[in-house]
């Protein structure tokens, strides 16, 4: 697991210029190299009822250049190294492309796509599903990253792995967390995960809870700088994210997550 190339998809927004900043200003942390990308949505500038296609291309490409050349300031200003692509086509099928490069992707989950303070953004659903790198997804502010839950169902999550590098490289804290159920025994389960962080010399807490997962995921939230959780394998569901116990903590949580999809 190593995290040196991130990729941080921009779109002009309030929120995307808020996962710049924790790009910006987690940078030692996530990468040695940021990569921004604006894509310019053409179907969205050609789309029925548009009375100036090469008008409207004309402003998303200006807008695509201000909102990079935004990021690329801070990053200068850090003295991180970085690239910038402005580029053309389906925003979510451009980024997961660019994704099979990339250690992970930091983006918000609602912008210019948002649909809806109860679901994330069109574009940030279909890049988890699709993504071949872990997605840090955003809704609020943050610039910190020294603490870390980890809700756990199980022993063999891709997204453990994660957490792992994550805490190492912050010198930080991990709380692994599980919700007893019918057929889970949550106290073994974290003692294991848990177990398994020490023997990579880390900080760690253990936790239990009871009743509604999402609730008690979402309920703690506002005590950690990130989550970290999996979901499923690809292909296992149409849409992994349509009502999920993901899309649900990414939609109320009160820190950053990170989604890791197993592949």
Known sequence: MKFDKVLVPVDGSLLSDISVDLAVNSAGVFATHLTFVYVVDVNECRKFGTVDPQMELYKSRTEGKLALERAVKMAEKAGIPYDMILCEGAPWEKITD???EMDMIIMAVTGKSGIGSGRIGSTAEKVIENSFCPVLTLKSG?????????????ENMAAID????????????????????????AESLVNKVASKCEAEGLK??????????VESIVGR?????????????????TKILNGSIAERVMTNASCPVTIVRDI
């Open 98 to 100: 660019m994704s099979k």
């Open 142 to 154: 943050s610039r910190k990253i020294e603490s870390i839950l980890l809700p756990v169902e199980n």
């Open 162 to 185: 994660v957490a792992i590098e994550t805490c190492k490289r912050i010198n930080g804290s991990i709380t692994v967390f599980s919700v007893k159920g019918k057929n889970l025994d």
């Open 204 to 213: 760690v807490n253990k936790e239990i809870g009871e009743g509604d997962i």
């Open 221 to 237: 939230s506002g005590m950690y700088d990130l989550v970290i959780m999996g979901t499923v394998r690809r292909g296992t569901l």
